[in-house]
């Protein structure tokens, strides 16, 4: 074999973990978003997935696409090389169809893998923990948590908005120009 066929082989290699990678990572959020719809009972047409715009720190936003469509969770989710996790932002509709302004509350959702085990923050700044999502207490412990980041917004909205970077502004599906904050100091 030729050092450029060792190249090649090397290349195609890595493009092949590379892909396994992220594929595992797009089922880890899946199986969070399912698992907290379920856990929490948030009806599928509630959930919409948010797309980081990728930019650092306090510039970072999440937002639906610019056409006004809807982001398959593949389509939504970004690597970040800051802290080497996949980045997925959902937003969660509260109020009831056909009502406007529309409130809706946002969390993004981080994922990477360490010795082949999955790893979840809440935001970039969020504490990492390691879970089995084969083990029911550890998942219901992830959406407990989830679930006590979001409620605690409403208890005690200008410290947690600041820093989980949730929001509980119209919808800017319905017209609003408002984005969802991504940075977070949890």
């Known amino acids: 074999m030729s050092k450029y066929e060792e190249i090649c082989q090397a290349s195609a290699k890595e493009v092949k973990r590379w892909s396994e990678y992220r594929e595992r990572s797009w089922g880890y959020l899946a199986t969070i978003v399912r698992g907290l719809m379920k856990h929490c009972g948030v009806p599928q047409e509630k959930i919409t997935y948010l797309r980081s715009n990728e930019l650092p720190g306090e510039q970072r936003r999440y937002h639906l696409p610019e056409d006004g469509g809807h982001y398959t969770l593949p389509g939504a989710v970004t690597f970040d ?3 080497d996790c996949w980045h997925l932002g959902v937003s969660i509709t509260l109020s009831p169809a056909g009502t406007f302004p529309e409130r809706w509350i946002g969390v993004v959702l981080c994922v990477t893998e360490s010795e082949g085990q999955p790893i979840v923050k809440l935001g ?11 083990d029911p207490k550890q998942c219901a412990g992830l959406y407990d948590e989830i679930a006590e980041v979001l409620k605690g917004a409403f208890e005690n909205p200008r ?23 991504a940075t977070t100091d949890r």
């Open 81 to 83: 090389k800051e802290d």
């Open 159 to 181: 410290k947690i908005t600041k820093q989980i970077g949730f929001s509980t502004v119209a919808n800017p599906q319905q017209g609003e120009e408002q984005e969802k904050l």
């Open 124 to 134: 970039m700044n969020g504490k990492p923990r390691t879970i089995d999502f084969n």
